[in-house]
């Protein structure tokens, strides 16, 4: 059981390129998280799409149930539209996904609610302790559920499912392709809520990345901030945004947090870690979506940016953004992230450890996570202690303090030092 904190060197890096370049040769020990370690890690989930989240069982259902009202209800069968283990969605399949399909299928009070809960079941089972699910407010005018009653809904689903291990945030999103009176709608609505329930802590922008000019949704974000809303913001996840300084103009929003921050340049870079801003990174959605640049692996696990984020001052929370479409737990991406990374064991507890700060709950909310994870990590053998130290500072504070790798006691684990030790 690993009670120790990272002792292997790791890149100082501060190019993206730098750190993708050089493959770790960590060894396996029993330092390495299995997937029961994930699953019974205490989680934050920071990134997680309410309709993008909904179990394709939980879709068939509710299809079905149309279908017996309505026989004419003429949309194609859940897993038709989406096969059972089919994850490979790019960008261009995946957008129409949710226009053509969800929203013609989740579109009543009823359904919403249903779906909600099913969701927020799933995330609880799945070991998640604090959850900040994030949604485009929709209005559906063949049901008559306005924009205010899918918010109202959502809430009462979330306050009924009043789970004492997982506590659930709403966050409301802006889609690119909102006009300026929808998005600024859209903050009302969060203030609204955020002031009358305390549920609605932020606002995201989201959708189809190839799509919009971000620059329409300055006032609305100013809003937000001079309203003490959390920010967040879709980031960076094509190659060519549609216009050419849009990441400029979304920093300048001021976010809290940053989703996906793929595409960056090295000035993008420098500046987001100057703000240690949080990165809220979701490994099989972009390898699924083939979001990323191919350097090793083909745009595999092995080219995702975690690698390099993980190792900064930058808090890194990881996220399903879709389950429903990518198919991967919370606790399948942690387990992935330490299989691909060699994320040991204490290393990845620290993960949430150290995002606890960037969620939008307040601050009774950050203690209790403190104390559920420091109770986790001491229950489970680890050497926590309450700092919120990054990895990067660690690192460093080893070093100044001689802990260097070179006087730990060194197992030889490569080929080449076995033979040299032998
Ligand atoms: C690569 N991942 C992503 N990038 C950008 N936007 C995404 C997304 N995944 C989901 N959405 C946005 O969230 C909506 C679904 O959830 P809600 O109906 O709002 O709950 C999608 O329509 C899309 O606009």
């Given at each position: 059981?690993?009670?120790?904190?990272?002792?292997?060197?790791?890149?100082?890096?501060?190019t993206?390129a730098?750190?993708i370049?050089?493959?770790?040769?960590?060894?396996?020990?029993?330092?390495?998280?299995?997937?029961?370690?994930?699953?019974?890690?205490?989680?934050?989930?920071?990134?997680?799409?309410?309709?993008?989240s909904?179990?394709?069982?939980?879709?068939?259902?509710?299809?079905?149930?149309?279908?017996?009202?309505?026989?004419?209800?003429?949309?194609?069968?859940?897993?038709?539209?989406m096969?059972?283990?089919?994850?490979?969605?790019?960008?261009?399949?995946?957008?129409?996904?949710?226009?053509?399909?969800?929203?013609?299928?989740?579109?009543?009070?009823?359904?919403?609610?249903?779906?909600?809960?099913?969701?927020?079941?799933?995330?609880?089972?799945?070991?998640?302790?604090?959850?900040?699910?994030?949604?485009?407010?929709?209005?559906?005018?063949?049901?008559?559920?306005?924009?205010?009653?899918?918010?109202?809904?959502?809430?009462?689903?979330?306050?009924?499912?009043?789970?004492?291990?997982?506590?659930?945030?709403?966050?409301?999103?802006?889609?690119?392709?909102?006009?300026?009176?929808?998005?600024?709608?859209?903050?009302?609505?969060?203030?609204?809520?955020?002031?009358?329930?305390?549920?609605?802590?932020?606002?995201?922008?989201?959708?189809?990345?190839?799509?919009?000019?971000?620059?329409?949704?300055?006032?609305?974000?100013?809003?937000?901030?001079?309203?003490g809303?959390?920010?967040?913001?879709?980031?960076?996840?094509?190659?060519?945004?549609?216009?050419?300084?849009?990441?400029?103009?979304?920093?300048?929003?001021?976010p809290?947090?940053?989703?996906?921050?793929?595409?960056?340049?090295?000035?993008?870079?420098?500046?987001?870690?100057?703000?240690?801003?949080?990165?809220?990174?979701?490994?099989?959605?972009?390898?699924?979506?083939?979001?990323?640049?191919?350097?090793?692996?083909?745009?595999?696990?092995?080219?995702?940016?975690?690698?390099?984020?993980?190792?900064?001052?930058?808090?890194?929370?990881?996220?399903?953004?879709?389950?429903?479409?990518?198919?991967?737990?919370?606790?399948?991406?942690?387990?992935?992230?330490?299989?691909?990374?060699?994320v040991?064991?204490?290393?990845?507890?620290?993960?949430?450890?150290?995002?606890?700060?960037a969620?939008?709950?307040?601050?009774?909310?950050?203690?209790?996570?403190?104390?559920?994870?420091?109770?986790?990590?001491?229950?489970?053998?680890?050497?926590?202690?309450?700092?919120?130290?990054?990895?990067?500072?660690?690192?460093?504070?080893?070093?100044?303090?001689?802990?260097?790798?070179?006087?730990?006691?060194?197992?030889?684990?490569?080929?080449?030092?076995?033979?040299?030790?032998?």
């Amino acid at each position: 059981m690993s009670t120790a904190p990272p002792t292997v060197p790791r890149p100082e890096s501060t190019t993206l390129a730098n750190v993708i370049e050089g493959l770790d040769t960590r060894p396996e020990t029993p330092d390495f998280p299995d997937q029961d370690f994930c699953e019974r890690l205490p989680k934050l989930e920071l990134h997680a799409h309410l309709t993008g989240s909904i179990r394709r069982e939980t879709l068939g259902e509710i299809w079905r149930k149309r279908k017996e009202q309505e026989p004419d209800f003429d949309l194609e069968d859940p897993l038709v539209a989406m096969p059972p283990g089919k994850v490979d969605f790019d960008l261009t399949s995946f957008f129409p996904l949710f226009s053509k399909y969800t929203y013609n299928l989740v579109n009543s009070e009823w359904s919403v609610e249903y779906a909600t809960k099913q969701v927020l079941q799933d995330f609880e089972s799945d070991g998640v302790v604090y959850l900040e699910l994030r949604t485009i407010p929709r209005a559906f005018e063949e049901t008559g559920l306005t924009k205010e009653g899918y918010v109202q809904t959502i809430l009462k689903a979330i306050k009924s499912f009043n789970s004492e291990k997982m506590h659930t945030r709403l966050i409301l999103a802006i889609d690119r392709q909102n006009t300026p009176p929808e998005a600024m709608n859209t903050v009302e609505l969060a203030i609204k809520y955020r002031d009358e329930e305390g549920l609605v802590v932020g606002v995201d922008l989201c959708g189809n990345p190839a799509a919009g000019d971000v620059r329409i949704f300055r006032d609305a974000f100013k809003k937000a901030k001079a309203n003490g809303l959390g920010i967040t913001l879709h980031f960076a996840e094509i190659e060519r945004q549609p216009i050419k300084d849009e990441l400029d103009i979304l920093l300048s929003f001021q976010p809290d947090r940053l989703g996906h921050a793929i595409h960056t340049s090295e000035k993008v870079l420098r500046e987001i870690r100057s703000r240690k801003l949080c990165i809220e990174l979701c490994l099989s959605c972009n390898v699924y979506a083939k979001m990323l640049p191919c350097r090793h692996d083909n745009g595999s696990f092995l080219d995702h940016h975690f690698k390099y984020w993980w190792r900064t001052d930058c808090p890194v929370a990881l996220g399903t953004d879709d389950i429903g479409v990518f198919l991967s737990s919370l606790s399948n991406e942690h387990y992935l992230a330490s299989q691909h990374f060699r994320v040991n064991k204490y290393e990845l507890w620290h993960l949430p450890f150290y995002s606890i700060d960037a969620i939008f709950g307040d601050h009774i909310e950050k203690e209790r996570l403190r104390s559920v994870l420091l109770a986790w990590g001491k229950e489970n053998g680890l050497d926590v202690d309450d700092d919120s130290e990054s990895v990067n500072e660690i690192i460093r504070n080893e070093q100044e303090n001689g802990e260097s790798f070179e006087e730990q006691e060194h197992t030889p684990n490569t080929a080449e030092e076995v033979r040299a030790a032998a």
